[in-house]
């Protein structure tokens, strides 16, 4: 089992993760009106742990981990905390934020549940979020391949689209981005090895330098997750490879479902 977690969370309907939810906002509301808002998210993770079990909930834990493997690659996560079997995920920030969602959606994707709650403590008033998703492990792992622009330039290029592809078949699509890359980084010898300081010149300028994996002699590698505007993000990517001495950018773009394989080249 590629993903593991040591308690069990559970895929509740609308109706049932609801009928959780009222009774953990009510606290939560109660646990910013004690200790204020601008306390750090661990208070408030105690805080509210504390009054759901005095309210008679059987079960609630924090920092729980949850770990993704692949061969032996290996990458553990925190769950805040688990009510009863419904995920929150607490922050302690201005407002709500995409990030957020998206760190909550990586969350809920890797077990395989329908929905979670996000809970902002320092906004005025305890701002509460439920997202939800359709998507089962069945269908994230349904992923189109769309490599009509890719060139297997060297033995590497040809180790990293297929790795990419084993971890899709492992894992599904829609994960967070940082993961799949990790990995890659993982499998094509560890940062240590390909992270590169690149410099970059225009026009004889020194402009200093930039962070790159480089997997083959003159071959970068990038993994986005852009789901529109691909051609203008190609044109940004082909003016960084002006800037640098390097031959190619392997680019991996994770749109949804369909993950988009393209080489670019001077």
């Avoid at 109706?15 to 939560?28: N, S, T």
């Avoid at 981990?65 to 201005?94: G, I, N, Q, W």
């Avoid at 852009?226 to 950018?249: K, M, P, V």
Wanted: proline share 3%; glycine share 6%; aromatic share 8%.
């Amino acid at each position: 089992m590629p993903i593991h977690c040591p308690v069990t969370i559970a895929c509740l309907d609308a109706h049932e993760f609801e009928k959780l939810d009222y009774r953990v906002m009510g606290h939560a509301y109660a646990s910013q009106n004690a200790l204020g808002r601008l306390c750090d998210e661990s208070a408030y993770k105690t805080d509210l742990q504390t009054r759901l079990l005095a309210d008679g909930f059987r079960s609630v834990q924090t920092e729980i981990p949850v770990t993704v493997t692949h061969r032996d690659f290996s990458k553990k996560y925190l769950l805040d905390l688990v009510a009863d079997e419904a995920l929150y995920e607490l922050k302690a920030d201005a407002t709500l934020v995409a990030e957020h969602d998206a760190q909550l959606l990586n969350y809920m994707f890797l077990l395989g549940i329908r929905r979670g709650k996000l809970l902002n403590f320092r906004a005025p008033k305890v701002e509460g979020k439920i997202v939800a998703t359709s998507l089962t492990p069945e269908v994230r792992r349904s992923f189109t391949e769309i490599a009509g622009r890719w060139s297997e330039l060297t033995p590497a290029c040809v180790t990293l689209r297929q790795t990419m592809l084993d971890l899709l078949r492992d894992w599904g699509a829609f994960l967070a981005t940082e993961l799949y890359q990790e990995a890659l980084v993982h499998f094509l010898g560890g940062a240590s090895n390909i992270e590169r300081r690149v410099s970059l010149n225009r026009d004889g300028l020194d402009l200093g330098a930039q962070r790159m994996f480089i997997h083959a002699p003159g071959v970068a590698f990038r993994v986005t997750g852009f789901t529109e505007n691909q051609s203008h993000i190609e044109i940004h990517l082909r003016r960084l490879l002006a800037l640098t001495d390097i031959e190619a950018i392997q680019w991996i773009n994770l749109n949804h479902a369909k993950i988009e394989f393209t080489t670019i080249t001077r």
